[in-house]
């Protein structure tokens, strides 16, 4: 048993004794040897202290000593997510060379829980972007289709777990970029509640939007890794104190009797047909399982777009501002002659061009003159969009409908209209901006063949309550076992 089974079944293996952690991750290693040079979902891993770690691990489990509840699994991370001793660069040219000095906070955990941590996947520079394009190391390919995007930002994430190189990933989602990958490479991806899970270390985006959460091939394996991963971290003023659920025992509770809202607003004009038809099947096999399906409003989902736009961009300005060329990462070697010719041609180097878009967008946001008519304006939004999910939320339990309005398109087909990159993540961004858990489950495919997402979106922290009803649409449908070809160049 390799890693391309699930995280839960490789679980299973390791305490039977029907495999090891050091075969398990040696296993790993060589099925990224093998696939990743044609999918480019790995920018670095790190085998030695992944082989040390796995042999540490399987000594502890020969001599009956305890283990975290990851014992042995090989874990990839993507590259916006701090760890100790391994280069972390958001994909980007600026942040070559910086190795931090200490673990983000869910990479703590997942060290604590004995998980091995295999390496760093790649993404859209600064996690900015759809399709994981923008990588350091050049574009990320689909597993299911080479010609195609993943999705974005956290596109090798998805594609690790699609291929089989490990069962487990982390990804971060400040608009999507957990859910439209997952969508888009077939597998499952949880966005969780602002604050459910810790920021601490994990390079910033847009500081109010960004989230990590769990990315896996089943609604289970979800389950267990934000197990792991939630709670409260008193080094993240952001992170909420509330007590973590057992994730897992509420699984297989049946969901008769559960409503689900559905929003009129996420099947409109520009959702692909075949995505809606998809989704639609996937609405009929909710009730048959026993949930009621309640017509629900989102007036405001038509703005949400634009706010998100003006929000995101003004938050990356101001905090990509740090990245100047004196403290740390890429330096431009050109002589200066003054601290501005300094930073000015250090970023020019560094920066790619949608993270130059994005900084330019967001300062003229934030300028003076134009703050109240802009930025204010998008605050004032967001406050609609959220209340829209409130009153949504006292007529159902949870809301469904697609990830994406369209399936993967090919690499390069979109890279010259961002507004057309943007408008893809339409469903996805205003639960960023309200702050609510949301996950992706596969539901089908569409014209191309390509897999189509289902997104369920609840109630702030009702995690457990989308986990439960995933899971009972997943045991419905064979969807979740679908894999791509064998990758070929």
């Known amino acids: 048993m390799g890693p391309e089974a699930s995280a839960t079944e490789l679980l299973a293996a390791l305490a ?7 075969a398990l991750t040696e ?74 000095p200490y673990d983000a906070t869910v990479v703590e955990r997942l060290r604590a829980a004995d998980a091995i941590v295999l390496g760093k996947l790649a993404m859209d520079e600064f996690a900015m972007g759809s399709s994981s394009e923008r990588s350091l190391r050049g574009p990320v390919r689909n597993p299911w289709d080479l010609e195609r995007v993943p999705g974005g930002s956290s596109g090798g994430s998805a594609v690790a777990l699609a291929s089989g190189t490990c069962p487990l990933t982390l990804g971060t989602d400040t608009g999507g970029s957990i859910r439209q990958p997952a969508a888009f490479c077939g597998v499952a991806g949880l966005k969780p509640t602002y604050g459910r899970v810790s920021r601490q270390g994990v390079i910033a985006y847009a500081s109010s939007l960004d989230q990590v959460g769990p ?20 080094r993240d003023a ?7 659920p057992d994730y897992q025992a509420v699984l297989d509770r049946p969901v008769d009797g559960l409503r689900v809202g559905v929003p009129a607003e996420y099947f409109q004009e520009g959702l692909d047909p075949a995505v809606e038809l998809a989704v639609r ?35 990356a300005s101001s905090n990509l501002a740090r990245y100047d060329g004196v403290r740390y990462g890429h330096r431009t070697a050109e002589p200066t002659g003054d601290i501005d010719t300094l930073y000015s041609r250090t970023r020019a180097e560094g920066f790619g061009p949608e993270v130059k878009r ?47 309005p369209v399936g993967p398109w090919r690499i390069g087909e979109r890279s010259g209209d961002p507004l057309a990159m943007y408008l893809t993540d339409i469903y ?16 089908g495919v569409d014209s191309s063949g390509m897999p189509v997402g289902l997104q369920l979106i609840g109630p702030p922290l009702g995690e457990a309550t989308l986990l439960g009803a995933a899971h009972a649409f997943e045991r419905a449908t064979g969807h979740a076992a679908r894999r791509p070809p064998e990758v070929h160049p």
């Open 238 to 244: 952001t992170s909420l104190p509330d007590p973590v």
């Open 428 to 443: 996805t961004v205003p639960a960023n901006l309200a702050g609510l858990p949301c996950l992706s489950v596969p539901c």
């Open 281 to 315: 099947a996937a609405e009929d096999t909710l009730r048959g399982e026993g949930a009621v399906l309640v017509p629900v409003s989102l007036p405001h989902t038509r703005y949400a777009i634009a706010a998100y736009y003006l929000i995101a961009t003004a938050e």
């Open 215 to 234: 990315m896996a091939r089943s609604v289970r394996d979800l389950a267990l890794l934000l197990q792991v991963i939630a709670g409260h971290d008193p």
């Open 16 to 22: 039977s004794g029907a495999t090891s952690a050091l």
């Open 358 to 404: 994005r900084i330019i967008l967001g300062t003229f946001a934030l300028s003076s003159g134009y703050y109240d008519a802009y930025y204010l304006r998008a605050q004032k939004v967001r406050t609609l969009v959220r209340r829209d999910f409130a009153q949504a939320f006292e007529r159902c339990d949870v809301i469904c409908g697609p990830t994406s």
């Open 27 to 100: 296993a790993a290693l060589a099925r990224i040897r093998a696939v990743d040079g044609h999918l480019g979902a790995w920018l670095r891993t790190d085998e030695a202290s992944a082989l040390e770690t796995a042999a540490r691990i399987d000594r502890r489990r020969e001599l009956g000593q305890p283990l975290g509840p990851l014992a042995g699994l090989p874990v990839g991370v993507k590259d916006m997510i701090c760890t100790r001793g391994m280069e972390t660069t958001a994909s980007s040219r600026i942040l070559e060379g910086f190795v931090p």
